[in-house]
């Protein structure tokens, strides 16, 4: 098994910044894609960013590219999601997930690909 565990989240004015934090335990040696998703009030969980593990392959879903960095460190068993311009649309419940699988192309951008889940941090995006 695989726990994550997120933080980082708050409360910040449109055009601010958060950094997200997601560190993984257990058996993390099984993990080959890590992935942050948001889910908003109302609407399903969508896809935000991913990294493959060992090589760094990131992707991220269209509305958050140029402003959302995904970046890992495995020394320390994390992943971070920093949101820079920030919009009052990304508002919503951010959740750090990971594969048992290396996704490197869109098959990455699914919930149900994933195998573990963190519990989510709230993101609150005021304009």
């Known amino acids: 098994q695989v726990q994550l565990v997120e933080s980082g989240g708050g409360l910040v004015q449109a055009g601010g910044s958060l950094r997200l934090s997601c560190t993984a335990s257990?058996?993390?040696?099984?993990?080959?894609?890590m992935g942050w998703f948001r889910q908003a009030p109302g609407k399903e969980r969508e896809f935000v960013a991913r990294?493959?593990?060992?090589?760094?392959?990131?992707y991220y879903e269209d509305s958050v590219k140029g402003r959302f960095t995904i970046s890992r460190d495995n020394a320390l068993n994390t992943v971070y999601l920093q949101m820079n311009s920030l919009k009052p649309e990304d508002t919503a419940v951010y959740y750090c997930?990971?594969?048992?699988?290396?996704?490197?192309?869109?098959?990455?951008?699914?919930?149900?690909?994933?195998?573990?889940w963190g519990q989510g941090t709230q993101v609150t995006i005021s304009s």
């Open positions: 257990g058996r993390t040696f099984s993990i080959y894609t």
């Open positions: 997930a990971a594969a048992k699988r290396y996704y490197s192309g869109t098959e990455s951008n699914t919930v149900d690909n994933y195998d573990y």
């Open positions: 990294i493959t593990w060992s090589g760094g392959n990131t």
